[in-house]
Each structure stands twice: as structure tokens, then as C-alpha cells.
């Protein structure tokens, strides 16, 4: 056997409970309008810190840049300095191997020939000091 409701509630009561719990849950979780502006002040902080990183920001993309710049001016010097290096190095290694090689001429020379060619080369080095001075 059914037994009676004893709080004889009908579909239109129902409705309207769940409708004034719904209004109450409403009121409780809609934002007042000191919230709403507490929001727009944060909103507007932040758009404000937003500028201010956008401007240090391009600084610092205009320091990157020139450091950048600054960058492959070094690389292009320590390659030129490397071939200049290479090219001292080569001259170095050819100076020497012609050290102890022996010029014809002074295979030839016999003691007289030594006085004469040691007399120009002393006339030369005069002439030179007296040039530079």
C-alpha cells in the first residue's frame, strides 16, 4: 500500500523551491560591483605592467641586436686575424728552411772577394744610416 505524502507536494511547488534555491545560489555567487571594480582596476594594473614590459622589451631587442652586430664584427676580425696568422706562419716556416741553405754566390766568393763584398755591404749600411737619419 502507498502510503499519502504527508507534505502534498505538486509539481508547481517543486518548481518554485528549486527555483527560489536557484535565486539564492544566484545572489550568493554574483560578483558585486565592488568586485566588478576591483576587476577593472587589476584589469587596468595589468595592462599597465603589460606597456611597460612591451618598452623593455624592444630595448632589449635593440641591445640584442646590436650585440648581435657586434658579434660577427669579432668573427669576421678572428677570421681575418687566423688567415693573416696562417699567412706569417707559412712566411716563418719558409724563412726557416732557407736558413741554412747556402747562397750560391757566397760559395764562390774567396777571401778577396769576401773583403770586397763585406766593404760594399758596410758602405751600403752607411748610406742607409745616414739616409734615416
Do not use: C, H, W
Request: hydrophobic share 35%; aromatic share 6%; net charge negative.
Amino acid at each position: 500500500m502507498v502510503q499519502p505524502n504527508k507534505y502534498n507536494l505538486d509539481i508547481k511547488s517543486i518548481a518554485i523551491i528549486v527555483l527560489a534555491i536557484g535565486l539564492v545560489l544566484l545572489y550568493l555567487f554574483t560578483p558585486t560591483s565592488d568586485n566588478i571594480d576591483k576587476f577593472e582596476d587589476e584589469i587596468t594594473e595589468l595592462k599597465e605592467a603589460n606597456e611597460t614590459l612591451l618598452i623593455s622589451n624592444d630595448s632589449i631587442s635593440l641591445v640584442n641586436k646590436e650585440i648581435d652586430r657586434e658579434i660577427k664584427d669579432i668573427k669576421y676580425n678572428i677570421y681575418k686575424t687566423k688567415k693573416r696568422l696562417t699567412t706569417a706562419n707559412n712566411k716563418i716556416k719558409t724563412l726557416e728552411d732557407e736558413k741554412n741553405k747556402i747562397m750560391p754566390f757566397v760559395g764562390e766568393l774567396g777571401i778577396d772577394g769576401l773583403e770586397d763584398e763585406f766593404t760594399k755591404y758596410l758602405e751600403r749600411r752607411e748610406s742607409k744610416n745616414k739616409s734615416n737619419n
